[in-house]
């Protein structure tokens, strides 16, 4: 069997599976805005680019490998347009009829035989791919980072960063007579770039962060290799395609969990939406909804009825002056405080118990295990908490 092959398809595969992760995690959020619009197109170029190559390779059909050189020719046109949408400007004339007439000069040599257009179409094609690339890093590098919002200026430098990694291996893409190369290593740089892209959902990872694991991907990668290597005595170029497929297969984890993060954030009905979106002109209705969220399932509304075996007085001290207590902090309570607080939560198997109203006086008992009681999630009820009391106070202002 042919190793380097099966190396080759291997990363592009799994370059096709990031690609395929980033562009549905994309589209769950907003494929209708024009900057997405333009993230989505350069994507699916880049996908259907995977794709064809891996059937021309094992196919050897006509039809994949012209699909290939005309997917290849459209990357530069896409990154181009990516960057324009990205800055908020035009890319200069020149750089533009450098992407657009080579896009279109591919298109038509895709259908030359390769007998007639091998090599000087593939040494055509990595030279327009070197120079546009080149072009559109260079507006990254020389943007006006004043007329561009933090945000902007973090996408835009990440895809300068994944621009970086991509020159590079995008040589090992183009073997020649002259060089033999163990394995092609483009899809290595794409699986990047996706990484990149569905961190930048992540506000608080930064580029050093990324670099930084993926730099710890890498040498965990070579680390691998050279322990399979040994134990079967590989050749140099058997070691970088282990490698190669060991970090390929390592970034497609990485970026599918990553993905999985965004999609989970995106679903998960916050308690900070339960403020935004449900009632909040009546307090009882308010806290009845509030009961249906699945963070604080089985949250128990307890009015004096439910209290009475309880030292009211006692109770309405302690939540006068701590309006949210939990299990844990029963410890720091005075004795009296402590039995009537431990009470309440062993009788009603609650962990949080918090004030939401004083006239009436209305408490919420909810149990949050503590795998569940992120600090996320404690502020939000605090929130929710202090919610609640103006929504009450602001009912009885107009009693």
Not at 95 to 118: D, N, Q, R, V, Y
Not at 187 to 195: E, N, P, R, T, Y
Not at 297 to 308: I, M, Q, T
Not at 318 to 325: E, H
Request: net charge neutral; with cysteine; aromatic share 6%.
């Amino acid at each position: 069997m042919n190793t380097p092959l099966v190396a080759d398809s291997f990363v592009s595969l799994a370059a096709l599976g990031g690609l395929l992760v980033l562009i549905g995690t994309i589209r769950s959020f907003d494929a209708e805005s024009p900057l997405n619009r333009r993230f989505l197109f350069g994507l699916q170029v880049l996908a259907a680019l995977m794709a064809s190559r891996v059937l021309g390779w094992w196919t050897d059909l006509f039809i994949f490998k012209a699909a290939t050189i005309i997917t290849a020719g459209l990357v530069p046109l896409s990154t181009v347009l990516l960057a324009e949408g990205l800055l908020r400007r035009h890319a200069p004339r020149t750089t533009k009829w450098i992407a657009a007439g080579g896009a279109a000069a591919f298109i038509a040599l895709a259908f030359l035989p390769a007998s007639i257009a091998e090599p000087w179409r593939v040494a055509l094609l990595f030279v327009y791919q070197l120079v546009t690339f080149a072009l559109a890093g260079h507006m990254t590098v020389t943007r006006d980072r004043a007329s561009l919002s933090k945000a902007e200026n973090q996408a835009v430098d990440r895809v300068a960063l994944s621009l970086l990694l991509i020159l590079p291996l995008l040589v090992t893409d183009f073997r020649s007579a002259y060089i033999d190369q163990p394995v092609r290593l483009g899809g290595v740089a794409i699986l990047f770039l996706c990484w990149l892209l569905i961190s930048l959902g992540q506000s608080a990872v930064g580029h050093r962060d990324t670099v930084v694991s993926f730099a710890i991907l890498l040498s965990v990668a070579l680390l691998a290799a050279l322990v399979i290597g040994f134990e079967n005595e590989l050749e140099p170029a058997a070691l970088v395609r282990a490698a190669s497929v060991i970090l390929s297969a390592a970034l497609l984890g990485v970026i599918w969990k990553d993905s999985l993060s965004l999609r989970t954030e995106q679903r998960r009905q916050s308690l900070i939406r339960h403020l935004a979106e449900d009632r909040i002109d009546d307090t009882l209705g308010f806290l009845k909804e509030l009961q249906n969220h699945p963070l604080v399932d089985g949250a128990l509304l307890l009015g004096k009825d439910e209290l009475s075996d309880l030292d009211l007085p006692v109770i309405k001290a302690l939540f006068a002056a701590r309006p949210l207590m939990r299990t844990a902090e029963t410890g720091s309570l005075s004795q009296s405080d402590a039995e009537q607080l431990a009470w309440l939560l062993e009788k009603y198997e609650a962990t949080h118990v918090m004030l939401v109203s004083n006239r009436p006086f209305r408490l919420i008992a909810l149990n949050m295990p503590s795998v569940t009681a992120t600090p996320g999630a404690e502020t939000e009820l605090k929130v929710v908490q202090r919610m609640a009391m103006l929504i009450s106070e602001r009912n009885s202002l107009h009693d």
